[in-house]
């Protein structure tokens, strides 16, 4: 059996118990070889926490959440990929860097940790080349000294991917 999913977003506490009962009834009438199921869905990630030029690689961020803020370079797994290609995509994307991922940092699943939903990520420590340019979600990229960028407010829960990342050196 293949999988497929219809992505429902919806304001949060709504109930789609009548929207699941729909969809039930539409298939059966018209493609009653399909099944349809309704699951909270949770979001996969890549984030890079990118050594530069001696210090570390932020984006300011160019949408909500956290529009405005800092965050290491990062964002979401495509179907079919790598979380490590993902990583090294994002941070090309976003700061214009060539990265070669040293280690993983960890998998960070607090289902608080993204308004926007239960989002889990997977954390990689990496070496950057090349000119930093801000691209993609990215409204900025700067190579900030790590003393500085440990006293920074970051988005989500990058301050502590970074000090987790930054232990391990």
């Known amino acids: 059996m293949e999988r497929y999913v219809l992505l429902l977003k919806t304001p949060k506490g ?6 699941r009962e729909e969809l039930r009834k539409f298939l059966r009438e018209r493609h009653p070889e399909i099944r ?3 699951h909270k869905c ?8 990118i050594i530069h030029n ?3 690689v932020l984006v300011k961020r160019k949408r909500e ?6 965050a290491i370079p990062g964002g979401f797994v495509e179907y079919g990929e790598r979380v490590e290609d993902a990583a090294v995509r994002e ?4 700061t214009g860097l060539d990265v ?11 289902p608080s940790r993204d308004p926007r939903g239960h989002t889990v990520t997977t954390a990689f420590l990496a070496i950057g080349t090349g000119e930093p340019k801000a691209g993609d ?3 900025e990229v700067h190579v900030v000294p790590v003393d500085e960028a440990l006293k920074l407010p970051l988005a989500f829960d990058h301050g502590k991917i970074l000090r987790d990342a930054l232990s391990l050196r």
């Open 14 to 19: 709504y109930g789609v118990s009548q929207v």
């Open 36 to 38: 349809a199921e309704v």
């Open 42 to 49: 949770i979001g996969l990630t890549a984030d890079v926490v």
């Open 54 to 56: 001696g210090g570390v």
């Open 65 to 70: 959440p956290f529009k405005d803020h800092y």
């Open 91 to 94: 941070a090309k994307e976003e």
């Open 100 to 110: 070669r991922l040293l280690r993983l940092v960890g998998i960070y699943s607090d």
């Open 137 to 139: 979600d990215a409204k």
